[in-house]
């Protein structure tokens, strides 16, 4: 007997509403396990609730109160969508997902809940890779280069203004033209601060120019973008968005889990490498329309930070995207606190809905609840009422069924997730990071030759050409002073033997003198002394122009 004819039989003995929820429930292709059917205070583990797998790509939210058991539920989801195939992506801002390589803890209270909810339990790890923003914290580093960002992306991560942005562009057009590559951000700096020199401004005369007050607001940017801890991400070598797309020797998806809890006091780190991401993704996958199975379900854990102080153009960015990317067959989960976390453009895209309990503490929490009650469809259930008594691993669930409907709002009590419900233990998490196949190849940082390296030895080479022609007119102007100095020292001379007598003794031995300094001038030893005296000149000279001391003794 199939899933649906068996919730189809024992729901003859439901209440009309409570058979109404099931036949929503009723699945004929592959499907999630979420929990069974709370009603009237009672748990019918007979009355399965689940999600179609070919669902799964319409994307989701799950939100509740701290310690609700938002978390264990997206464990949950995980690792059923990783026993069918399907790769995960979880960014784990806690620090607490990475048990699910690990198998669970089996226990009273996890048999109690199998029986509750008709689950046949067992432990259970799952194939998973470890994975961190440019090497901060546990996991294999991820980075990106500057180019990849590309100046659209990066000027919005900036939080720069349309002609801001233009200007952004031609720095990029210009670093691409002249085979300046912009790998990490010093490269970008170098650039932008070479193209407002004297030298670099004759650079862009063709292309147009960067006004000195553009160059200054992206360089700030910069500067306060590599405070919130920017600078690690960026570099080489660039990590393949493809690695996320794997399976397991056995077939199971591949669980990726990017552990964010060294960084989660920097959102627009965070912010960034999503964007990134999303944007990467989108960009290399070809259009597949509806599948049975997603290519790739992302979960992102406190979806609080990624929205917190965005800009405009983010939300934006994150809308579209979210709006687009189901039809290259990915899946985005936002996990936060209330439905009000979340943009209401964003939002309305996610057609899975996993509510826990919220609070009413506050006005302000008797708001978000009736908010968060707004968002749902009619249901037979005062939610208003309901979700202030869900208990720890409860939720209101809604979401798609196989026709693209929603399904009827449905309190369920949630399956034990199969894996370690808490984090995987220190020494087992670097092992398993070292342990990886791809750690040879991301662990390294490399820092190639680059803008910035191209761009230093050019200037270098233009200081000492300076340096060589400010010795040699140093030393042309000595040698013309010393020369001037001889021969008004032989007029002088001239005049007295004149004024002596004549051309007697006296004037003879003048002319003689003369003839004399005239050859030592010309001598090679004079010249190179002069040489001498004009280099040691130019030095000096040269130390006040380039902005250099004379080095104490």
């Known amino acids: 007997m199939s899933d649906s004819e068996s919730t189809a039989e024992n729901a003859g003995v439901l209440p009309e509403p409570a058979r109404e929820i099931a036949a929503g429930y009723a699945v004929s292709g592959a499907a999630l396990e979420l929990g069974a059917l709370l009603w009237d205070g009672i748990c019918l583990p007979d009355v399965q609730i689940r999600i179609p797998l070919a669902m799964l790509n319409r994307h989701g939210l799950v ?38 390589a690990a198998p669970g803890t089996p226990g009273e209270r996890v048999a109690e809940r199998a029986g509750q909810v008709g689950q046949e339990w067992r432990a259970e790890g799952f194939p998973c890779e470890f994975y961190a923003l440019g090497g901060i914290g546990p996991g294999i580093p991820l980075r990106a ?23 952004l562009g031609l720095i990029f057009h210009y670093a691409d033209a002249k085979g300046l590559e912009l790998v990490d951000l010093k490269d970008l700096r170098a650039v932008v ?34 405070q919130q801890g920017a600078g690690d991400f960026f570099g080489e070598p660039e990590f393949d968005t493809a ?74 960015s994150i809308t579209r995207t979210v709006r687009l ?32 309990a919220l609070r009413a503490f506050t006005p302000d929490d008797a708001k978000a609840l009736r908010s968060t009650v707004k968002t749902f469809p009619n249901s037979p259930y005062d939610l208003e009422e309901l979700l202030t008594r869900l208990g720890i691993g ?14 009827p709002v449905a309190a369920t009590r949630l399956r034990a997730p199969r894996s370690l419900m808490g984090p995987c233990p220190a020494a087992e998490l670097d092992a398993a990071v070292k342990g990886s196949p791809l750690y040879g190849s991301y662990a390294q940082a490399v820092d190639r030759e680059s803008a910035y390296e191209k761009l230093s030895a050019g200037q270098e080479a233009e200081r000492r050409a300076a340096e060589a022609e400010t010795a040699a007119t140093a030393a042309r102007a000595a040698e013309a002073a010393d020369r001037a100095a001889v021969e008004e020292a032989v007029r002088g001379e001239r005049v007295r033997g004149r004024a002596g007598g004549g051309g007697g003794a006296g004037g003879k031995a003048a002319e003689e003198d003369a003839s004399l300094v005239e050859q030592v001038v010309r001598s090679g030893m004079f010249r190179s002394l002069a040489r001498s005296v004009g280099t040691q000149l130019g030095r000096e000279i040269s130390r006040s122009l380039f902005g250099t001391a004379r080095r104490r003794r």
């Open 325 to 356: 990317i189901r039809s290259k067959g990915i899946g985005i989960f936002f996990v936060t606190q209330t439905p009000r976390d979340v943009p209401a453009e964003v939002l309305a895209q996610l057609g899975n809905r996993v509510q826990h």
């Open 394 to 407: 409860e939720a209101v669930i809604t979401v798609l069924s196989e026709n693209g409907a929603p399904t």
């Open 193 to 226: 601060a070479f193209l407002v020199s004297d030298t670099g401004k004759a650079e862009l005369k063709g292309i147009g120019g960067l006004s000195t007050a553009t160059a200054g607001v992206i360089l700030r940017s910069i500067t306060a973008f590599e």
């Open 145 to 167: 280069t500057v180019t990849s960002f590309g100046p659209v992306l990066l000027s919005k991560v900036l939080e720069l203004n349309q002609t801001q942005e233009q200007s």
């Open 63 to 100: 939100a509740g109160a701290t310690g609700t058991g938002k978390t264990k539920t997206l464990q949950l989801i995980a690792e059923q969508l990783s026993a069918n195939g399907v790769p995960v992506f979880l960014a784990d801002i806690k620090g607490d997902v990475s048990g699910i």
């Open 243 to 316: 690695e996320l797309l794997r399976q397991a020797p056995d077939g199971r998806g591949l669980v990726s889990v990017l552990e964010l809890a060294a960084v989660q006091d920097k959102p627009q780190l965070f912010s960034t490498f999503l964007m990134w991401l999303l944007a990467d993704l989108f960009h290399d996958l070809p259009e597949v329309g509806d599948l049975d199975r997603p290519k790739l379900v992302f979960f992102f854990d406190e979806a609080h930070l990624l929205f917190d102080g965005a800009s405009k153009a983010f939300l934006e």
